[in-house]
């Protein structure tokens, strides 16, 4: 999963069209006759790990633009072959991120923009691909016990709906997220198949396809948890591999098969430099709101705290002006005490809603891909807040190095983590169906070439009822790593059960529970890893002068 604040609606990816080439090499056209960007600015991106979207070529005001896109989904769009296809490569190509803004030339479509990608790539980071055909694991869609599905009856177009009222996409505790329930009729299993894909994409990692063998037109209800309140959830949740199980009496099973495929023969991990001035000439302007309204939130209603589309071009976010703001640095809220100092302290009891529009021009603005809306970047959504408070609350801030509380993560004794091959792609992801250490784990993460400060970074974000202050790394082991770690969530504990937060503020983190294991537990005894309360000097944002209520 690439962000714990994808939108609760996000639509898939459309990857461009891709020839292959008759003698197996990569390009689908002569190097003389492939179309190529007029210029093109490519950098690496600035935003956050767990801050991105969903990546995808946009073509707007005659500029092509793809941003934060790691090398993986770049090749992706570029060659038009699913990043479970495409073998071979260093496993930072699953994690750098990078942004591309090229100009294009009047009538381009993303299938050329594509090409012309395909010979940026090659061009700045020296890559040389192959084409194949090898086997390609996907979720087969498969028949259980006996089909729970109804036959299409009435009238009607083909279709899912969403029944319910959507909820915020980051909202600070995920075991309030209410489960996703859809209503579908008139739909072919095949159709089934690349529904469930597109809408629980945070459960399957691949594609699905359709092996059930049921012809004809099918009705059906499905409801299931959102993957990243799953472990929140613990019991009450409901993974989609068991709502497709019990609910339509179909399985979910993952398979090799054979599919069309890109291998990564060489590629550099620095891209060599933009042209002189070309940064400076492509420049994006500022993304901001067409409109925004920010007014105290009503104490008798339902505040929250989080940012979503609410339908159209329509934004809703809420929460006090520290909780915004630590969205806006793409901080999780639940560290932003120590890692933004100077705030006034109805910053932290205010409770702000705000209704703002997306621009409909311009970078931030919505966008029809073969008639599927294509909504802005999570960063750039974010972008538009922080302008929004910069304005509104003319907050000012500047960066320097403060002692605070943190917990440092260090080694007991020798740490129980296996050397990751280079070529093995990097990240944490949750994965709700590995074997756990106990019934209770039901917070369960896999590491693969992952380093301590990607896996401090994942920690941050998604064990925030645990970890109320930054983590550091103290460990000293460098490079990547492979691991799993099972912890039971903290709803999940009994409430006398004592936690991080309650400890003394120079000790060693040490909680246990009778039915379950703490992620102090877990790391020390899993990964032989240790969270150790302390100060330290670490950069920190220091608000230099900020309004208590908007000017609107």
């Known amino acids: 999963m690439k962000s714990f604040f994808a939108l609760l609606l996000m639509l898939p990816l459309l990857a461009g069209h891709h020839l292959l080439a008759q003698d197996g090499g990569a390009a689908p056209f002569p190097q003389t006759e492939r179309p190529k960007f007029q210029v093109a600015d490519l950098h690496g991106s600035k935003t956050a790990a767990n801050f991105t979207g969903i990546p995808g070529g946009v073509l707007r005001d005659g500029l092509y633009t793809n941003r934060d896109a790691t090398l993986l989904e770049l090749i992706e769009a570029a060659y038009g072959v699913q990043e479970d296809a495409i073998a071979g490569g260093p496993g930072w190509i699953s994690s750098d991120l990078f942004d591309v803004i090229a100009k294009v030339p009047e009538g381009t479509t993303i299938p050329t923009a594509n090409l012309m990608l395909q010979g940026l790539l090659e061009e700045r980071f020296g890559l040389v691909v192959r084409n194949e055909t090898r086997p390609v694991p996907r979720y087969a869609l498969t028949v259980g016990r006996g089909s729970k599905l109804r036959r299409a009856s009435g009238s009607g177009d083909s279709g899912c709906r969403f029944k319910g009222q959507p909820a915020p996409a980051n909202t600070m505790d995920a075991s309030l997220l209410p489960n996703n329930k859809i209503s579908c009729q008139w739909m072919s299993a095949a159709d089934l198949a690349k529904n469930l894909h597109s809408m629980a994409s945070g459960y399957l990692d691949h594609d699905v396809v359709d092996s059930t063998k049921l012809d004809g037109l099918w009705d059906f209800d499905l409801e299931w948890t959102p993957f990243r309140a799953f472990a929140a959830k613990g019991r009450d949740g409901i993974s989609i591999f068991n709502a497709v199980d019990k609910q339509l009496g179909l399985k979910l099973q993952l398979q090799n098969v054979p599919m069309p495929s890109l291998a990564i023969i060489q590629v550099n991990r620095k891209p060599s430099p933009n042209p002189s001035g070309v940064a400076s000439a492509l420049a994006l302007p500022a993304a901001r709101f067409e409109v925004a309204v920010i007014k105290p939130a009503d104490p008798n209603g339902h505040p929250f705290t989080g940012i979503y589309f609410s339908g159209g ?102 740490a129980k983590i296996a050397r990751a091959g280079e070529s093995e792609r990097s990240g944490c992801d949750w994965e709700p169906n590995a074997p756990r250490p106990m019934p209770t784990a039901q917070s369960l993460i896999r590491c693969k070439n992952a380093s301590m400060s990607d896996f401090e970074q994942f920690l941050q974000h998604g064990a925030g009822a645990y970890i109320d202050h930054p983590i550091v790394d103290a460990t000293g082991l460098e490079g990547g790593w492979d691991f799993l770690i099972g912890w039971t969530p903290k709803a999940m504990l009994q409430p006398a059960q004592s936690s991080g937060a309650n400890a003394p503020g120079d000790a060693t983190v040490e909680a246990s529970a009778p039915d379950g294991i703490t992620l102090f537990e877990a790391l020390e005894r899993q990964l032989g890893l240790k969270l150790v309360k302390e100060k330290r000097s670490i950069p920190v944002v220091v608000v230099d002068h900020v309004d208590e209520t908007p000017l609107n």
């Open 313 to 414: 071009s329509e934004v809703r976010a809420g929460g006090t002006l520290r909780d915004l703001l630590a969205l806006t640095l793409e901080l999780p809220p639940n560290v932003i005490a120590d890692s933004v100092v100077g705030l006034p302290k109805s910053a932290t009891t205010q409770m702000w809603d705000i209704a703002a529009k997306l621009p409909m021009t311009g970078e931030g603005s919505p966008h029809s891909v073969n008639g599927r809306l294509q909504l802005p970047q999570i960063s750039v959504l974010l972008e538009m807040l922080r302008g929004l408070l910069a304005d509104q609350f003319e907050l000012k801030t500047h960066t320097e190095n403060r002692e605070v509380t943190v917990y440092a993560m260090t080694v007991v004794g020798k």
